[in-house]
C-alpha cells in the first residue's frame, strides 16, 4: 500500500528537517576551512569525499524544493511568487556549478583558494536558506497557504 502524499506543511516539514541535515554538512565544511587556513591539506581532510558527499545531498535537497510538491505548490496557488521562486532556482543552479568548481579546484589540487571558495559558498547558502524559509513563512501567512493540499 503506498504511503499517502503528505500535506504541503509535511513536504516543508520535511524540507525544513533536510535543511537541518546540510547546516550539519555546513558545518563540516566550515571546520574544514579553518583546517585549511591553518595549513592542513586538503588531502588529509579527505575534502575531496566531503565536497561530493555535500553536493549528493545540495541536488537532492534542491530537487525536492523545486518539485511540484514544494515550489510548484506554492506557486499554483499564488502565481505571483514566480520571480521569488525563479530566483531561488537559479540559486540553487548557482551554488551546484560553484559546488562542481571546487570540487574540480580540489582534483587538481588547486587547494589555495579552496577555503576562500567555500566560505563564500557557505554563505551565499545561509542568506539562500534565509530567503527560502522567508518565502514560505509569507506564502503559509497568506490566503494562498491556507488552502494548501
Not at 516543508?12 to 554538512?25: D, P, R, S
Not at 506557486?75 to 540559486?91: C, F, S
Request: glycine share 10%.
Amino acid at each position: 500500500m503506498e504511503s499517502p502524499i503528505p500535506t504541503l506543511f509535511g513536504r516543508a516539514t520535511a524540507v525544513l528537517g533536510e535543511h537541518a541535515e546540510l547546516h550539519g554538512g555546513v558545518g563540516e565544511l566550515r571546520r574544514m576551512c579553518v583546517a585549511l587556513r591553518a595549513g592542513q591539506s586538503a588531502t588529509e581532510l579527505d575534502a575531496l569525499s566531503l565536497l561530493r558527499h555535500f553536493l549528493r545531498r545540495l541536488r537532492r535537497h534542491f530537487a525536492r524544493e523545486e518539485s511540484d510538491g514544494y515550489f510548484g505548490t506554492m506557486l499554483e496557488a499564488m502565481p505571483a511568487m514566480n520571480i521569488d521562486v525563479g530566483w531561488l532556482q537559479a540559486e540553487h543552479a548557482e551554488m551546484t556549478a560553484t559546488l562542481l568548481a571546487l570540487i574540480e579546484m580540489c582534483e587538481l589540487g588547486s587547494t589555495k583558494s579552496l577555503a576562500i571558495g567555500l566560505e563564500a559558498l557557505i554563505a551565499q547558502f545561509e542568506v539562500h536558506e534565509r530567503r527560502e524559509t522567508e518565502l514560505m513563512q509569507a506564502f503559509l501567512r497568506s490566503d494562498g497557504g491556507a488552502g494548501a493540499p
